[in-house]
């Protein structure tokens, strides 16, 4: 086990974008930017995150401070009130290395090999493409996936498009993307302090090689909590679609929070009667990469009794705190359930039954409550910078202000 003191987390958000909205139901759409993140503590920063993520309009977002506790601590330490002054404090948090043996005594391996044959044939229109409807536009885009072992590296080029149809929702329209992702060969947990994901831009992306963004909204709010009414975007609007995504800059089309679509299967349900209904009784198989290799699932897994449980996250929104002002609003607590401060842990996978860090997509957190970060948060391996999208042709570079 080694000892991180992970405590505040300063994140720089640069530009802002976001989508006009309307909204409506399920999770919702927002718009997102690209942002930078430095953080001042032992959690680093990733390089800009190219991309950035929806909407229209742009604006400078402030600092952010993300707060990390240790789970025992009796003092919530406040998010850095002055976005302008460097974040302070942090207690130490135990985090388990990669080489920390399961509880059952078994060992973790630290390395995937996504050329073996059980990773073949996850990868959703890579062997035909899919048309789905933009039922925000009326027209259909093509979802298409393509992989290539290129040096040490798995590239999935992919159209950005989902298998399933969709709503852009205000930041329309989604087109398609000459998305291109890089993640290692044999993913390897680091042994630096974990990466900051982007707070608005891509952090990683699905099996059927859309964008999965970070937790804010082009204003800088919680999409999710926006979309689930706990607060009131005032500052630009926001929506997510019924699939919990919606088109972003440059038209790439994003989700925020699993919202059951990107495990819909053609064959056995209308996308338009789509709900929030991922079936605990379902335990999931992948449903795609952090940008450092690692897969993510679902809320679902096994347990050692070969039960499925659900899996929650381990952040709590701050007393007071409803969301708008993004990952400012929340705290790690160490034991609020079994996920670290990335939303990740070892354990079995369908994939890899004998074990293996990897990272969850989250409904709720321990209290029952918003599952911030919905997704990663950060990276427990290495990330290959390419993935930090400078941009070509409608990628990860925000459209021109209107
Ligand atoms: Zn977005
Ligand atoms: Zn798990």
């Not at 600092?63 to 240790?70: C, G, M, N, S, Y």
């Not at 680091?190 to 999965?212: H, K, L």
């Not at 993004?326 to 607590?333: A, L, N, S």
């Amino acid at each position: 086990m080694r000892v991180l003191l992970l405590g505040v987390i300063s994140i720089m958000a640069i530009t802002v974008l976001s989508c006009t909205d309307d909204s409506l139901s399920l999770p919702g759409a927002e718009s997102t930017q690209a942002n930078d993140l430095q953080s001042t503590a032992d959690l680093q920063t990733s390089p800009p995150a190219g991309t950035n993520d929806s909407g229209n309009d742009t604006a400078l977002e402030p600092t952010a401070t993300l707060v990390i506790v240790p789970p025992n601590s009796t003092t919530v330490v406040s998010p850095n009130p002055d976005p302008t002054q460097p974040a302070t404090t942090v207690s130490p948090i135990v985090i388990p290395d990669a080489t920390t043996p399961a509880s059952d005594g078994s060992s973790y391996p630290t390395k995937i090999l996504y050329l073996d044959e059980v990773w073949a044939n996850i990868w959703l229109c890579k062997d035909s493409t899919v048309e789905s409807a933009d039922l925000t536009a009326s027209g259909t885009q093509i979802c298409s996936v393509l992989t290539e072992v290129v040096g040490d590296n798995f590239v999935i080029n992919s159209t950005g498009i989902p298998n399933h149809d969709f709503e852009s929702t205000p930041g329309c329209c989604a087109i398609e993307q000459n998305q291109v992702w890089t993640i290692p060969l044999e993913p390897e947990l680091s042994n630096a302090e974990p990466v900051m994901a982007s707070e608005r831009g891509a952090v990683a992306f699905t099996v059927t090689g859309v964008a999965i963004y970070g937790p804010e909204e082009g204003p800088g709010g919680d999409a999710v909590a926006l979309e689930y009414e706990y607060f009131v975007e005032d500052r630009q609007a926001v929506d997510l679609g019924i699939c919990g995504g919606h088109a972003g800059p440059g038209g790439e089309y994003h989700y925020h929070y699993d919202s059951n679509c990107m495990h819909w299967h053609e064959d056995s349900q209308d996308i338009a009667g789509y709900t929030l209904d991922i079936a605990s009784s379902v335990i999931s198989k992948v449903i795609g990469f952090a940008l450092d290799g690692f897969p993510i699932y679902s809320s679902y897994e096994q347990d050692q009794s070969g039960n499925s449980v659900e899996v929650t996250s381990s952040y709590r929104l701050i007393s007071g705190e409803n969301g708008y002002n993004g990952i400012d609003d929340y705290v790690y607590v160490e034991d609020l359930s079994n996920l670290d401060e990335c939303n990740g842990h070892f354990g079995s996978t369908p994939e890899i039954p004998e074990g293996t860090y990897h990272y969850h997509s989250t409904l709720t957190n321990g209290d029952g409550d918003l599952g911030f970060p919905y997704f990663p948060l950060c990276y427990k391996g290495t990330v290959n910078e390419d993935n930090y999208r400078s941009t070509d042709l409608g990628r990860g570079v925000p459209p021109p202000r209107p």
